[in-house]
């Protein structure tokens, strides 16, 4: 797969992917640091920052109403905020992010509906069955990385739903930040599910006319659970996926749904808050 920036080259097993990249380009990626944080973190991290993009083209995406896209925990300390503006992002700092000393840095970017603590670091405030399993292990990726000797890192976006366009530019600029703190002129990157396919637009410099280029500071893009074959579970799970969604009937998903009425303990239900047209998902409504 090629474009005029960059060449991929991809090796697929199973829900796994790795791209390894040469590309050149120009990048204008830019961010000011709002606020470090140091103490009171949980879930084994060393240190949390919150930066905002300087490019003046980034701003506040809506949320439900009912507050089922919030940020929650220490994220809304973090940000300041429970419902934060799309221009921010944390970059969160493992043990040793300073002091490790294997050559490979490594950012981790969680997907869609999660956060860095959830996605990469266990145990975590999910409690039982956070990591997906009945039994979690005493560590996250996160752990394990760091105690590999690696330098690790984790972006978390503002908008559990965000535009592609914007999760890109994020990206573009955690990696920037990545690059400043350890002198690295490339990072690996670990991504999950819907940033799996914001990293691509990013390494394939698939941006806005304003957004930053791809400037070959990409060693690896490592894809888990990406669906690049694309995704239709609202189409595909129908009424059930419908009546997780509406609040009439219980449900409380954070998605947007195949139909605009449902009927629900007898009574006709009409909302355009779920569908995919609705501002409260800005990535799926994009596409």
């Known amino acids: 797969m090629k474009n005029t920036n960059t060449t991929l080259r991809t090796h697929t097993y199973g829900l796994l992917v790795f791209i390894s990249l040469a590309a050149s380009g120009l990048t204008h990626a830019s961010a000011t640091l709002e606020a470090t944080y140091t103490t009171g973190i949980n879930n084994g991290w060393q240190k949390v920052e919150r930066w905002r993009d300087s490019s003046g083209h980034i701003g506040n995406e809506s949320f439900p109403a009912d507050g089922r896209g919030d940020q929650s925990g220490q994220r809304a300390t973090f940000f300041a905020s429970n419902q934060p503006s799309s221009a921010q992002f944390l970059l969160y700092h493992a043990p040793g992010w300073d002091s490790n000393s294997r050559q490979t840095r490594v950012l981790l970017i969680h997907g869609a509906n999660q956060d860095a603590d959830l996605a990469w670091a266990n145990p975590n405030e999910a409690g039982s069955y956070g990591c997906g399993r009945q039994n979690c292990p005493s560590q996250g990726l996160m752990q394990a990385l760091a105690n590999d000797d690696y330098k690790v890192f984790a972006l978390n976006l503002a908008h559990k739903n965000g535009d592609g366009f914007i999760w890109a530019e994020q990206i573009a600029n955690a990696i920037a930040q990545v690059k400043n703190k350890t002198g690295a002129t490339q990072v690996d990157l670990v991504t999950w599910s819907k940033s799996a396919f ?35 579970w609202s189409f595909r799970h129908g009424v059930n996926h419908t009546y997780g969604a509406y609040s009439q009937c219980g449900g409380s998903i954070n998605g947007p749904t195949a139909h605009d009425q449902i009927l629900c303990f007898g009574l006709w239900y009409s909302s355009s808050e779920w569908v995919y047209d609705s501002p409260y998902f800005p990535a799926p409504r994009r596409c």
């Open 198 to 232: 914001n990293a691509r637009m990013y390494i394939s410099s698939l941006t806005n006319a304003w957004s930053t280029k791809f400037n070959n500071d990409v060693r690896k893009l490592v894809m888990l659970g990406a669906p690049n074959n694309g995704i239709d």
